[in-house]
C-alpha cells in the first residue's frame, strides 16, 4: 500500500530553480515551489501527488509562509542571467500544489493578496488547476498579481474511455471550455498529457498523445507537457501492464510534435523518474529531450 510522505505546513516539501523553453527559441528561469497542502479532492486514478500532501485543511497563512522560505533559502541560488542579473531571460515562478490552485481547502483564498506580494518579482506565475474548481476564485487571484498568469491543467488525453478511466472527472468539451475561459480572461494555458495508459501499446500510446496535443494547442494551449506513465500509483486496480516508455521514442515524439505545431507551443517532456544511467545511445536521448525542453531549437538534431 502506497503510504504518505512526511511533510509540513512549515515548508515547501521541495523547490529547486530549472530552466525551461519559453518559446521562439527562447528561455525562462523557473523557480519550481512544490507547496506542502491538503490532497487534491479529485483523485485522479494514476495520480500519486497525494502522497506529498497534508492529512487535513491547509493552515491559513501557511502558504505564504512556504512560497516566503523557498524564495529566502534559493534567492543565493537564482540563475545569474534572469533578468536584473548578467543576462536577460525572464523568471517565472512555479506554484504547484498537486492538485487544484483554487480549491479554497488547498489554497485558502484569504491568502491570495499575501501571495501576490511574495511573487511581484516574477514575469510569469504558474499555478494547477482543475476546470471544476471556481472561476471567480481565479479572478480573485488574478487581481493580486502583476505577472502573467498561467494556468496548468492535466488534460491528460482526448481519448474520452482513457479519460473515465482515469476518473479525470472532466471531459474534453469540459477542457475546452475552461481554456475558452482562461482565454477570455487573459490568463494562459498549459496542459499535462500523459503518454501511455493500462493495456495500450506503444503505437496507440503515441497516436493520442500526438492527437492529444495537436487538439490542446488549437484550442490555445501556450506549453505542452508530456508525463510519461508511471507504475506503482492509482493504476493497481488494472491487470493491464502500463508501456514502458523509451527515451529514444519519447525524444522522436517530441521533435515531431514541435514540427507538427510549430514556435507558438512548446513542447516538453517529464524526464524526473527516468535513469540517466544508461547506454550510450539512451543518455543521447535523454539529453536530447533535455535540451529541447529548454529552448526548443531541432535543427542541431537534424542529421545531414
Not at 475546452?176 to 493500462?198: C, E, H, K, Q, T
Request: hydrophobic residues 40%; aromatic residues 8%; neutral net charge.
Amino acid at each position: 500500500m502506497i503510504q504518505r510522505n512526511p511533510v509540513s505546513a512549515d515548508s515547501a516539501y521541495q523547490a529547486f530553480w530549472e530552466r525551461e523553453a519559453a518559446g521562439c527559441g527562447k528561455s525562462a528561469d523557473v523557480l519550481t515551489i512544490m507547496l506542502a497542502v491538503s490532497a487534491c479532492p479529485i483523485r485522479c486514478t494514476m495520480c500519486d501527488l497525494w502522497r506529498n500532501t497534508l492529512v487535513a485543511k491547509t493552515p491559513p497563512g501557511a502558504v505564504p509562509h512556504q512560497i516566503r522560505r523557498a524564495i529566502e533559502q534559493l534567492h543565493v541560488d537564482a540563475p545569474k542571467s534572469s533578468r536584473g542579473g548578467l543576462g536577460n531571460r525572464p523568471r517565472w515562478i512555479k506554484l504547484y500544489n498537486s492538485g487544484c490552485f483554487f480549491d479554497p481547502s488547498s489554497i485558502p483564498p484569504d491568502d491570495y493578496e499575501s501571495i501576490g506580494r511574495l511573487v511581484s518579482g516574477f514575469d510569469r506565475i504558474i499555478v494547477e488547476n482543475h476546470p471544476r474548481f471556481d472561476q471567480g476564485r481565479l479572478q480573485n487571484f488574478a487581481r493580486h498579481i502583476d505577472g502573467q498568469l498561467e494556468i496548468a491543467v492535466g488534460l491528460e488525453t482526448v481519448q474520452p474511455r482513457w479519460l473515465n478511466r482515469m476518473k479525470k472527472r472532466m471531459t474534453r468539451d469540459t477542457f475546452d471550455d475552461y481554456a475558452m475561459r482562461l482565454r477570455s480572461n487573459d490568463v494562459d494555458l498549459r496542459v499535462f498529457l500523459i503518454w501511455g495508459v493500462p493495456g495500450v501499446s506503444h503505437v496507440e500510446a503515441s497516436r493520442w498523445t500526438v492527437m492529444s496535443a495537436l487538439h490542446a494547442s488549437r484550442i490555445g494551449a501556450r506549453h505542452i507537457s508530456i508525463v510519461p506513465a508511471r507504475r506503482g500509483n492509482g493504476w493497481g486496480e488494472f491487470k493491464q501492464p502500463i508501456p514502458d516508455a523509451n527515451p529514444m521514442d519519447l525524444a522522436l515524439l517530441q521533435q515531431q510534435l514541435i514540427r507538427k505545431i510549430g514556435h507558438q507551443t512548446v513542447v516538453t517532456v517529464d524526464l524526473w523518474d527516468m535513469d540517466r544511467d544508461q547506454p550510450a545511445d539512451v543518455r543521447e536521448a535523454l539529453e536530447q529531450i533535455g535540451e529541447l525542453n529548454q529552448h526548443q531549437d531541432i535543427a542541431m538534431y537534424q542529421k545531414p
